[in-house]
């Protein structure tokens, strides 16, 4: 796979590959917002129906920011709502981890916790990257998503270490969504590209900070980390599992039913 | 109790609206303990930027006064006028008083 | 206590001599009618207390149980702005359920109670909430129209007499005004788009016309609860008085849009300056409040999936902070 390829050191980071990281960061706050908005009305609790609708609400707040500045990069005239609603599945490059179902609220939470960790590292490392707008964008992002982790994780400590059938189902979700995680730390060209401009950060680097966080949670969680599994989803390179069509087709139906129409 | 074990208990909400403010009761939630209480507070009370600070208190930890002692225990402040500065005649020529 | 283990419900009065409490409820009504209110502990008649834990569940509920329906279109909000919008107005509805249930936990019943008769049939909802979804604009018909007519209701409840219920009002009809606004620009989105955009609307409030006037509640004529709660100022004004209010306010607007009210008999009387409107079906009414209307079982089944879906994740949470408390 690409890996092993050797890709030339340049700091020339072009529009299309800027455009393209930046829609992988705005798909995949888009997603999860998506998917998480789908518990609104049917939480544990009702206390957690609007907690959760505030986490989906920051994360469509933080694709919006992404997707109008992907459009800004293209210039090829694409608003948020462009992007969005009229491209394809393999025109989406979200992680595969966050069009997962939501399955349980056991689920959702391990899910949760796992990016939240990855976004919080990355938000933070932004600060110092060489692209303004991120560094904008992230300022904002990144104090939202403070919240969002004491949110997962403190949900993640209480199901770890609740009952014994709470401590069974978040494992088992943790097995089962532990192999997106692979693609997280798995750089391709246009990470390597965005590494190099100082845009975003080595994506190794990345990983070693958050394991280590993520162990401290799984710890206080009473839960074990999975293996690592060889096989990599490449979402961010359009390479989706079969959950994603249906999110999209979904999410997109009044704009590709009614086509060019304002709403 | 039986039923707190069951069920997430109730917590009281207050919420200091801006520096310089106290802390003003708004309602209350359920919540297995404190830390969860204060996220909950967060979500339900302030979607709209209502406060800066807030508390919360187990609902079963608040000692309130019986209405049936109000007249014990607030009539007898009421025919105490001289705490009150209007109780004082002082002439209008007099300033800064 | 603040809020719980008031003496159970009321039975309080019960051990009363008739004379004792024939003052007790003099003294009562005569603060009520100094427009002085009610606070959790101070003595109320147990029929005053039961009336209010009836109404105020029953108005939460509405609010837990009318998540639904507009939660139908969340997924497939048309952009991210609406998107953002009907997430941000579906969670208002769970914070204002949150709110009611709140207060009415000040008259000594527990949210699990509550719940409790929700799921099981034995507390009502509004029902104009089992009334399906199946266009987006429905979506704005519903702020327009079923937020319209529940400001209408909410706005006189905020000098309700007792404390906590109009507290929780003030805080819902602040919040709630965006509902209506977000609804009606919807409608004019429509009203001005395309052919079947325009449809979409007038379909919209052919389905959501007369379900709104019923919100109103029962003709004066035939509405138990009006004189007494008049009385206790838990009510302002008659079913029949807010309904016209909404009439009046409600058909210059459909006019502004284009749209067509969905009644032949709908009139402006010069005389009393109001419209005249056309019966409502109130046997439909009935049905649909005796649990026969178009969504009632998906409802209540979306809501005990719900709750029983949850529970390990409740009981989960209770084990731990068990824990937790134990290590301090």
């Keep these: ?263 | 109790m039986s039923d707190e074990r069951q069920h997430w208990p109730l917590f009281e909400v207050f919420i200091r609206a801006r520096a310089g403010l106290e802390h003003k009761h708004v309602g209350s939630l359920h919540a297995v303990d404190a830390k969860m209480a204060l996220e909950h507070a967060r979500d339900v009370y302030t979607r709209r930027m209502e406060g800066v600070s807030l508390w919360v208190v187990r609902s079963a930890d608040i000692t309130a006064s019986d209405p049936d002692d109000a007249d014990a225990f607030f009539e007898p402040a009421k025919d105490k006028i001289y705490r009150h500065p209007t109780f004082y005649e002082i002439p209008d020529e007099v300033k800064n008083i | ?328």
């Design chain 1, 1 to 263: 796979m690409s890996r092993a390829s050797v890709v030339p050191v340049s700091v020339d980071f072009a529009q299309t590959e800027r455009f393209r990281y930046v829609l992988r960061l705005a798909d995949t706050s888009l997603i999860l917002g998506q998917r998480l908005s789908e518990w609104v009305g049917h939480a544990p609790a009702l206390e957690e129906d609007l907690g959760v609708a505030n986490i989906s609400l920051d994360l469509i707040g933080q694709a919006r920011m992404l997707l109008s500045y992907a459009g800004e990069i293209e210039a090829a005239g694409r608003d948020e709502d462009q992007l969005a609603y009229l491209r394809d599945q393999n025109d989406f490059c979200n992680l595969a981890l966050v069009e997962q179902p939501n399955g349980d609220f056991g689920c959702t939470i391990v899910r949760q916790v796992l990016i939240d960790v990855w976004q919080l590292e990355l938000l933070s490392w932004f600060d110092a990257s060489t692209d303004q707008r991120l560094r904008e964008i992230a300022a904002k992002a990144v104090k939202e998503t403070r919240y969002h982790l004491r949110y997962s994780s403190g949900w993640l400590v209480r199901l770890g270490d609740g009952t014994e059938e709470s401590h069974t189902r978040v494992q088992t979700s943790l097995n089962d969504l532990w192999k997106f995680t692979t693609e997280l730390f798995t750089p391709d060209e246009i990470d390597r590209l965005a590494e190099n401009a100082g845009v975003a950060p080595n994506l190794n680097v990345l990983r070693g900070s958050w394991l280590h966080r993520i162990d401290e949670i799984l710890n206080e969680a009473t839960l074990t980390r999975p293996d690592d599994v060889p096989y990599v989803w490449f979402g961010k390179r359009g390479e989706h599992t079969e959950y994603l069509g249906h999110l999209l087709s979904d999410m997109q139906y009044l704009q590709r039913a009614y086509p060019g129409v304002t709403w």
């Design chain 3, 1 to 328: 206590m603040y809020t719980q283990g008031l003496d159970a419900l009321g039975d309080e009065s019960l051990h009363l001599p008739e004379e004792e409490l024939a003052e007790l409820e003099a003294h009562f009504q005569a603060k009520i009618d100094a427009d002085e209110k009610i606070e959790p502990k101070d003595w109320m008649p147990a029929a005053y207390r039961m009336t209010l834990i009836r109404q105020i569940s029953q108005h939460a509920h509405s609010e837990i149980v009318g998540m639904l329906p507009e939660g139908n279109w969340i997924s497939r909000a048309p952009s991210l702005k609406r998107k953002c919008v009907i997430i941000a107005k579906v969670q208002d509805e769970g914070g204002h359920g949150a709110y009611l249930y709140s207060a009415a936990e000040t008259l000594g019943i527990s949210r699990e109670q509550m719940i409790e008769q929700l799921l099981t049939g034995q507390a009502k909802y509004s029902s104009i909430f089992n009334y399906p979804t199946p266009s987006w604009a429905d979506i704005g018909a519903i702020g327009w129209l079923v937020d319209g007519a529940a400001i209408m209701n909410q706005i006189p409840l905020c000098r309700c007499s007792y404390g906590p219920y109009a507290r929780a009002m003030v805080r819902i009809c602040k919040e709630e005004s965006f509902h209506q606004r977000q609804g009606f620009e919807i409608m004019i989105r429509l009203c001005e788009g395309s052919t079947a955009q325009k449809r979409m609307a007038q379909e919209a409030l052919d389905r959501w016309w007369w379900p709104s006037l019923m919100m109103f509640g029962p003709d004066d004529a035939n509405s138990k609860h009006t004189g007494q709660s008049m009385r206790w100022k838990i009510k302002r004004f008659t079913n029949d008085e807010l309904r016209q209010k909404f009439v009046d306010v409600t058909v210059p607007q459909a006019e502004f849009l284009g749209l067509e009210v969905p009644d032949d008999a709908l009139v402006w009387n010069e005389e009393t300056e109001h419209y005249n409107f056309g019966p409502i079906d109130w046997d439909e009414f009935q049905r649909v409040l005796a649990g026969h209307g178009p969504c009632n079982q998906e409802r209540i089944r979306a809501r005990i999936d719900a709750h029983e879906s949850g529970a390990w994740v409740r009981e989960a949470a209770l084990a731990n902070a068990a824990k937790q408390s134990k290590n301090l």
